[in-house]
T-cell receptor, first 114, second 116 residues
């Protein structure tokens, strides 16, 4: 069964540094998402992406965040200047036309900002 | 705005007990989709079920069953004869659309511990 992959699985960075989290969605999917989960808390929507542009973004997704689909396979989340509170698990998800049961989630990238 | 409430935060049961995880949702849309996900200690999100708002039939899958009641805006999840491997955090989620604006809104999750 095809799956969403994410790299790296873990990343440690210093406050103020830029990080790029990478995702490879399932190949024929059209809709892409980023969610985050602060340790011990619920999963929160960050942004959805369709047809090479942002469809919707949450209040969390401020100017420090950006997303990109630089080629036909990768989907990236960039945090320009990380803060301590950006420490979380970041999940990428993808969906085809919604005909499948659900968004398929990747295994997550655990980001730790020191 | 959509909202999902999982009032239970932690539940502990002994193996073979039945357990019900509650989920109450709020939405202004007449068409919406409800989901349950399992998050084991390894951290990934495992899809369990999706329910469409126009389909109120309850569903059973092995030891799992789901009770969808539009009248009370609830979508509860029951595990029958629980096993240690069921220990995980369980999230209920809601989506008001399919397609480009189909973000999932999650509840806070219920931590289920099944003791041998």
């Amino acid at each position: 069964e095809p799956e969403v992959t994410q790299t790296p699985s873990h990343q440690v960075t210093q406050m103020g540094q830029e990080v790029i989290l990478r995702c490879v969605p399932i190949s024929n999917h059209l809709y892409f998402y980023w969610y985050r989960q602060i340790l011990g808390q619920k999963v929160e929507f960050l942004v959805s992406f369709y047809n090479n542009e942002i469809s919707e973004k949450s209040e969390i997704f401020d100017d420090q965040f950006s997303v990109e689909r630089p080629d036909g396979s990768n989907f990236t989340l960039k945090i320009r200047s990380t803060k301590l509170e950006d420490s979380a698990m970041y999940f990428c998800a993808s969906w085809d036309r919604g005909t499948r049961e659900t968004q398929y989630f990747g295994p997550g990238t655990r980001l730790l900002v020191l | 705005a959509q909202k999902v409430t999982q009032a239970q935060t932690e539940i502990s049961v002994v193996e073979k007990e039945d357990v019900t995880l509650d989920c109450v949702y709020e939405t202004r849309d007449t068409t919406y989709y409800l989901f349950w996900y399992k998050q084991p200690p390894s951290g990934e999100l495992v899809f369990l079920i999706r329910r469409n708002s126009f389909d109120e039939q309850n569903e059973i899958s092995g030891r799992y069953s789901w009770n969808f009641q539009k009248s009370t805006s609830s979508f509860n999840f029951t595990i029958t004869a629980s096993q240690v491997v069921d220990s995980a955090v369980y999230f209920c989620a809601l989506s008001e659309a399919i397609g480009a604006n189909s973000k999932l809104t999650f509840g806070k999750g219920i931590t289920l511990s099944v003791r041998p």
